[in-house]
């Protein structure tokens, strides 16, 4: 079985920050990336930040450069993304995901939807104006 769970999401005001957490189980963690995705009402899917468990590189969408950071708790099993001087337009449902992390950043797909393969249910964040 193959898990990843969502955590941290709320309501919170511009400016203000939320740290989200994706706990992860039945995979070999120290072989997979994971990242942080994102979807709007009417919208696709879309990559947020990355990174991976291998070597701990690191990869964001211009959007949320400077104002999140992700990290990793290898011995946790879990990923962290903080958010910083959220704006309304972060609003989303936010999701983590699990890839094999030499095969994805070979192929510089770290931020891409299609290179996942385990999905977690997803955690609500509004931003509020």
């Known amino acids: 079985e193959v898990q990843l769970v969502e955590s941290g999401g709320g309501l919170v005001q511009a400016g203000g920050s939320l740290r989200l957490s994706c706990a992860a189980s039945g995979v070999t963690f120290d072989d997979h990336a994971i990242g942080w995705f994102r979807q709007a009402p009417g919208k696709e899917r879309e990559g947020v930040s990355a990174?991976?468990?291998?070597?701990?590189?690191?990869y964001y969408t211009d959007s949320v450069k400077g104002r999140f950071t992700i990290s990793s708790d290898n011995a946790k099993n879990t990923v962290y993304l903080q958010m910083n001087s959220l704006k309304p337009e972060d609003t989303a449902v936010y999701y983590c995901a699990a890839t094999h992390a030499a095969t994805a950043q070979e192929l510089g797909v770290m931020t891409e939807v299609w290179a996942y393969d385990y999905w977690g249910q997803g955690t609500q964040v509004t931003v509020s104006s």
């Open positions: 990174i991976s468990n291998s070597d701990g590189s690191t």
